[in-house]
Every structure is written in C-alpha cells, then in structure tokens.
C-alpha cells in the first residue's frame, strides 16, 4: 500500500509556480501547470544542478547550468545537453494539501 506524504500546500503554489520540498532527504520539484501539480526529481540529470532555480514556461522547467529543458508532466529531456529522464511522481491532492508518493513512477 502506498502512503503519500503531505508536503506543501495549494495555496503556496499557484499556476506557473515552483517549490522545490525534501521527501526522504530526496529533492523533489513541484510545479503547477495551469492549475494541475505535477512533482519530479528537482536535480538536472545533466549535470546535478538544481531545476528549481530554473523558470517553469508552459509545463517545461528549464536548468540555469547549461539550458536542459524538461518537461515536468513527463520528466522527458526536451533540449540537450540533458538526455536521461527525471524521475516523476504520483501527487494527490486532499483539500489543500499536495501529497506525493515517495516512491518514483519512472
């Protein structure tokens, strides 16, 4: 059985937004495209920086270090350098709260 952790909240991330919270002392990236959240790996597989510094256009979260872009629905790698996945996870939503399954869908 899965247990999901509650780890922010609606109102802190609205449509366009990035958070980047810790599950497992894991860095996890949650991002609201247009009202849905979606949550995967917060670290570039390119080059291990943070994609939560990265600016979130449309549902792709771009790295700072050398320009990789994902899209964070599905983790695929959408622009080179980067060409391995983010790892995603399974989010529901409970009144206000966002939880995630600590456990990674790919």
């Known amino acids: ?9 609606l109102s802190e991330l609205g449509p366009g937004m990035t ?27 390119h080059e291990d920086s943070s994609l939560y510094l990265g600016c979130l256009k449309g549902a ?7 320009g990789s872009r994902f899209d964070v629905r599905s983790g695929l790698p959408q622009e080179e350098p980067a060409t391995e996945s983010l790892k ?8 206000d709260e966002i939880r995630i399954d600590p456990n990674p869908r790919t």
């Open 1 to 9: 059985m899965t247990t999901f952790i509650t780890v922010a909240t």
């Open 19 to 45: 958070k980047r919270v810790t599950v497992s002392g894991h860095p996890i990236l949650l991002a609201n495209v247009d009202g849905q959240v979606y949550a995967c790996d917060d670290t570039c597989t």
């Open 60 to 66: 792709l979260i771009s790295c700072t270090l050398h």
């Open 88 to 95: 995603t996870y399974e989010i529901q939503i409970e009144g």
